[in-house]
């Protein structure tokens, strides 16, 4: 178990449906115990890629590994495993469900029926233990869907979608779900087209777009390194001292502008020529680029929230190539 | 860890179903509500007549009230003989007007000849009680007339008789040929076959249509799934089965002789009691049953996991559909010939092994060697099928879309 850092890996990954390539030459790791984040929009290949992590199809090219092995059952019940078409057994009360989710990884009934209840209780379905899922809201079904993913309190939890219909307070709560889990140690790998959320949570991001994977590193770092010197000002006087060899360009923005420096220069000179020439500066901001321009600048406008995209990858064609 | 979650499966199934309205109303309401049906009115009816079936027989023949009283006695009257004299009706009118009897019938010379009798009654007796009264009174002027001319007419009115006598010896040991039994138990087993087999079918839907498929057969094997469902409704058609059973039984055990005393003109349901299977044949139907079930339901769930609705999979089923109605087309031809080349050879095809075999055993004498390798040809294609199964099951159950064509249904079986 314990003879890799990775939780997951995928080495030069292909998937093709038909002709297409769903996913393309897809080199990707989640080291054990970080939340990892899997960015694009829809239809670039993301569920594809968590259906191979979970064995449910199968790559035509390369290789998956599963805590350092083939993603056989006996691994696949050590992941907590909630798929982007999410279902439940609609006639089943929610206490059996999520004890019989359980139990078919391993949980004894007994066992299986003390977490379910201790984790209805902390999402305040206490009352709906007993009663049939089916009578259940879609925004409480998706939280008994999450007990019966967790329920065997897996070493690696893979969410697809995970927020998608929820309203923002459930966000709230599962977000902190998942953060109690990898406080704990748990490896996270969830996917979104989320930008906001995933520079909320993730350590790491894997950002792709058209079925190629665009980056893939540890999101501070990536921060840093993107930090391509952007300046938010505000000023009073003359604009003469905007210029000087550090500053590549200005752009006018909402409520003043936003100097765009060159590579390697400091703002700290251009901050104290604005205080010599004796303009009143009323802001000098150093602004971090965010995680949806670093993946606009870095797989072009058109790859986010592109409306041409093929939507979700639908399981039948998948599994026809799959076999 | 592997039994574990079958058993999840198995025990998840079974007490879903068992839950259900369906199987509550099929299984306990059903035979409950058929018995209350007939024994409660014939309850109500024995207590109400009891008086009205107190009958005085005034026979002016002398001849006839021996020969009725013990018919008149099995339909459910209580009977007495009045001497013939002359104030004899009036008295009797006094009697059913007191109450202490519920009527009389006159026999006399002309009932002899003719057949014809009278009876008074303070109700009118239903047209079958008529109707029973008047044939066991015809036949007895009958039989009376027939012995003057020295003539059996009670064993030859009673049908005659066949005697066979076994030329090769083998089987004269087994039932004697039932054909009601042999006939109506195909039937049932057919019946009972297909609806546990659609059943396993339906039950590989489910995964489909609310979408579990992924979490299921992400933490175990497709074939264990299988495994889990077929063994589940297999367990559910055994509960439901053994209520239905031992629920006709006591029927037949108490119920009926409850039933023939309070409600004569039924006496006739005595003979199909003495027609039942003995607890032989019911093991054997059992048996039939349960190995029936296992290959029709694996190939079911193969059906099944092809399908993404209940109406397509409906459609899909057409052909497995044949191989259970093909047996139901030939099983009269198999009663009627139950030792023939065809017969034997038809019952020894797995497929229809469970419903013509059946009706051979029932039927006829069968050699117990026949019905042992049957058994063992069954196993082998419950093997077999188990085996193509899970394959089909493996590929099939993650797929949606298009049904696969012939082809590609091979291609799944030699990749699965």
């Not at chain 1, 379910?116 to 409480?140: F, H, I, N, P, Y």
């Not at chain 1, 072009?300 to 039948?316: W, Y």
């Not at chain 2, 396993?200 to 249509?209: C, D, I, P, Y």
């Not at chain 2, 064509?405 to 799944?412: I, V």
Request: proline content about 4%; hydrophobic content about 45%.
């Amino acid at each position: 178990m314990g003879d890799t850092g990775f939780a997951v890996r995928l080495d030069g990954v292909t998937k093709r449906f038909g002709k297409r390539n769903a996913v393309d030459s897809f080199d990707f790791e989640v080291p054990r115990g970080t939340i990892c984040g899997l960015l694009g929009p829809n239809g670039s290949g993301k569920t594809t890629t968590i259906r191979m992590i979970m064995g449910i199809l199968h790559p035509d090219e390369g290789s998956v590994s599963l805590f350092g092995s083939d993603p056989d059952v006996t691994r696949r019940t050590k992941v907590g495993y909630l798929p982007e078409e999410r279902g439940v057994y609609k006639k089943m009360k929610c206490l059996e469900f999520v004890t019989f989710l359980g139990e078919i990884r391993g949980i004894r009934r007994g066992e299986g029926r003390k977490r379910g209840l201790e984790w209805l209780e902390r999402l305040g379905l206490t009352d709906w233990a007993d009663k049939r899922v089916e009578d259940l809201s879609k925004g409480m079904q998706q939280k008994i869907q999450f007990i019966g993913t967790v329920l065997h309190e897996p070493e690696l939890l893979i969410l697809d979608e995970p927020f998608s219909g929820l309203d923002p307070i459930n966000q709230d709560v599962l977000e902190e779900i998942v953060r109690d889990f990898h406080a704990k140690g748990t490896t996270i790998l969830f996917s979104t087209h989320l930008m906001d959320q995933a520079e909320r949570l993730c350590e790491r991001v894997c950002l792709i777009s058209d079925s190629k994977k665009v980056l893939d590193a540890d999101l501070r770092e990536l921060k840093a390194s993107e930090r391509k010197g952007v300046v938010a000002i505000e000023f009073e006087g003359p604009d003469a001292w905007l210029q000087g060899p550090e500053i590549d360009r200005v752009e006018a923005v909402k409520g003043g502008f936003h100097l765009i420096l060159r590579d390697g220069a400091d703002h700290q000179t251009i901050l104290r020529r604005g205080v010599q020439s004796g303009v009143r500066i009323l802001r000098f901001d150093l602004v971090e680029p965010r995680l949806h321009e670093i993946f606009v600048r870095h797989a072009g406008a058109g790859a986010v929230g592109s409306s041409g995209m093929p939507t979700g990858t639908k399981l039948g064609t998948a599994a026809a190539g799959g076999a | 860890m592997m039994w574990m979650n079958v058993w999840a499966v198995i025990r998840r199934e079974y007490l879903q179903r068992v839950r259900s309205k369906w199987f509550i109303g099929a299984t306990i309401l059903a035979p409950v509500i058929m018995t209350a049906l007939i024994v409660v009115p014939a309850y109500f009816a024995s207590e109400g007549e009891r008086s009205a079936r107190d009958l005085a027989i005034v026979d002016g023949t002398n001849v006839l009230y021996e020969r009725v009283a013990d018919e008149f006695v099995e339909g459910g009257w209580t009977v007495h003989e009045e001497r013939w004299r002359a104030d004899v009706v009036t008295e009797l009118r006094q009697a059913a007007a007191d109450g202490s009897i519920g009527g009389f019938v006159m026999l006399d010379q002309l009932t002899l000849e003719t057949g014809e009798a009278i009876m008074y009654a303070t109700d009118r007796p239903s047209p079958i009680r008529q109707l029973t009264m008047r044939s066991t009174i015809a036949r007895a002027a009958l039989e009376y007339q027939l012995e003057q001319r020295g003539v059996d007419a009670r064993a030859m009115l009673a049908g005659g008789e066949l005697r066979i006598e076994m030329l090769s010896g083998e089987g004269s040991q087994l039932d004697d040929p039932a054909f009601g039994v042999a006939y109506l138990g195909a039937f049932f087993l057919y019946m009972v076959i297909l609806l546990y087999a659609v059943s396993v079918m339906r039950a590989t839907l489910e995964e489909k249509t609310s979408r579990m498929v992924e979490v299921i057969i992400s933490s175990m094997k497709p074939w264990h799934l299988m495994l889990g469902k077929i063994l589940g409704v297999g367990a559910v058609s055994l509960t439901q089965l053994t209520i239905w059973l031992l629920a006709g039984a006591l029927m037949f055990v108490s119920g009926l002789p409850m039933l023939i005393s309070a409600r004569p003109e039924m006496a006739l349901l005595a003979g199909v009691a003495e027609a039942l299977p003995g607890p032989r044949l019911v093991l054997l139907f059992v048996g039939f049953f349960v190995f029936g079930f296992f290959m029709y339901a694996g190939l079911h769930a193969a059906v099944g996991a092809m399908c993404n609705s209940d109406e397509e999979a409906q459609q899909a089923q057409f052909p497995i559909l044949m191989l259970l109605v093909v047996p139901i087309i030939m099983v009269l031809n198999v009663i009627q010939d139950p030792m023939s080349p065809l017969a034997t050879g038809l019952s020894l095809f797995p497929l229809f092994t469970p419903i013509l075999m059946w009706a051979r055993v029932a039927s006829g004498a069968v050699p117990a060697w026949q019905i042992g390798l049957s058994f063992v040809i069954m196993a082998l294609a419950i093997v077999a099928i188990a085996w193509l199964a899970g394959r089909i099951y493996k590929v099939g159950i993650l797929m949606a879309g298009k049904r696969p064509t012939l082809p590609e249904l091979y291609r799944w079986i030699r990749v699965g």
